[in-house]
C-alpha cells in the first residue's frame, strides 16, 4: 500500500504541473508531462480537441497558450487509481477560466478529467486526457481587457518574431 500511496502522490504532482505549464505556457515542460503517444479527446459546449502525439498536443497547446490568451486551471478532487506497477487511471474536477485576447471571448466552466497515465523509466505521464464539460460558459466582452498583469504575454504568439 506505501508503494501505491507514493504513485498517488507522484500522479497528483504530475497532474498540478500540467495545469501549471498549460497556464504559464511552459511547453518545454509540458514535454515531460505526456507519453510520445498520448490522446486527448476534450468535448467543451462549443468545441471538441482531439489530437493523437505529443508533439502535435504540444504545437496545439502553443497556438492557443500565448500571448493572446489568459488562462486559469485549477484541477481539484483527484480520485485516482493504481492497477500495476506501471497503469493508473485518475478523475479530476476542473474549474476553470480562459480569456481569448484576440477574440474578445471569456469562457468559464468546469469538467471531468479522466486520464490514463503509464509509468516508464520511473516517471508517471499522462497517456490518455478526456474530459466533457459539466458546464461551460462563453462570454464576449468590448473594449480593452482590464488585466494589471499578464503571464502569458511574455509568451509571444506563434509566428511571430523574436528580436533580440
Same mark, same amino acid.
Given at each position: 500500500?506505501t508503494l501505491r500511496l507514493e504513485d498517488?502522490?507522484?500522479?497528483?504532482?504530475?497532474?498540478?504541473?500540467?495545469?501549471?505549464?498549460?497556464?504559464?505556457?511552459? *511547453?518545454?515542460? !509540458?514535454? %515531460? +508531462? $505526456?507519453?510520445?503517444?498520448?490522446?486527448?479527446?476534450?468535448?467543451? &459546449? @462549443?468545441?471538441?480537441?482531439?489530437?493523437?502525439?505529443?508533439?502535435?498536443?504540444?504545437?496545439s497547446i502553443a497556438g492557443s497558450f500565448?500571448?493572446?490568451?489568459?488562462?486559469?486551471?485549477?484541477?481539484?478532487?483527484?480520485?485516482?487509481?493504481?492497477?500495476?506497477?506501471?497503469?493508473?487511471?485518475? *478523475?479530476?474536477? !476542473?474549474? %476553470? +477560466? $480562459?480569456?481569448?485576447?484576440?477574440?474578445?471571448?471569456?469562457?468559464? &466552466? @468546469?469538467?471531468?478529467?479522466?486520464?490514463?497515465?503509464?509509468?516508464?523509466?520511473?516517471?508517471?505521464?499522462?497517456?490518455?486526457?478526456?474530459?466533457?464539460?459539466?458546464?461551460?460558459?462563453?462570454?464576449?466582452?468590448?473594449?480593452?481587457?482590464?488585466?494589471?498583469?499578464?503571464?502569458?504575454?511574455?509568451?509571444?504568439?506563434?509566428g511571430a518574431r523574436k528580436h533580440g
Amino acid at each position: 500500500m506505501t508503494l501505491r500511496l507514493e504513485d498517488i502522490e507522484l500522479i497528483r504532482r504530475l497532474k498540478y504541473r500540467y495545469w501549471r505549464c498549460l497556464d504559464t505556457g511552459d *511547453i518545454a515542460g !509540458l514535454r %515531460d +508531462v $505526456f507519453t510520445d503517444d498520448i490522446t486527448v479527446d476534450y468535448i467543451g &459546449g @462549443s468545441y471538441r480537441w482531439q489530437i493523437a502525439g505529443r508533439e502535435q498536443v504540444l504545437q496545439s497547446i502553443a497556438g492557443s497558450f500565448n500571448a493572446n490568451s489568459v488562462a486559469c486551471h485549477t484541477g481539484h478532487h483527484p480520485e485516482i487509481d493504481v492497477q500495476t506497477e506501471t497503469t493508473a487511471s485518475g *478523475i479530476w474536477y !476542473l474549474t %476553470d +477560466v $480562459f480569456i481569448n485576447l484576440a477574440e474578445k471571448l471569456r469562457t468559464t &466552466g @468546469s469538467a471531468l478529467y479522466r486520464d490514463k497515465y503509464l509509468k516508464a523509466g520511473g516517471q508517471w505521464r499522462i497517456a490518455e486526457s478526456v474530459y466533457e464539460r459539466l458546464y461551460e460558459e462563453v462570454e464576449p466582452y468590448t473594449g480593452a481587457a482590464k488585466l494589471t498583469a499578464h503571464w502569458l504575454a511574455r509568451v509571444p504568439p506563434p509566428g511571430a518574431r523574436k528580436h533580440g
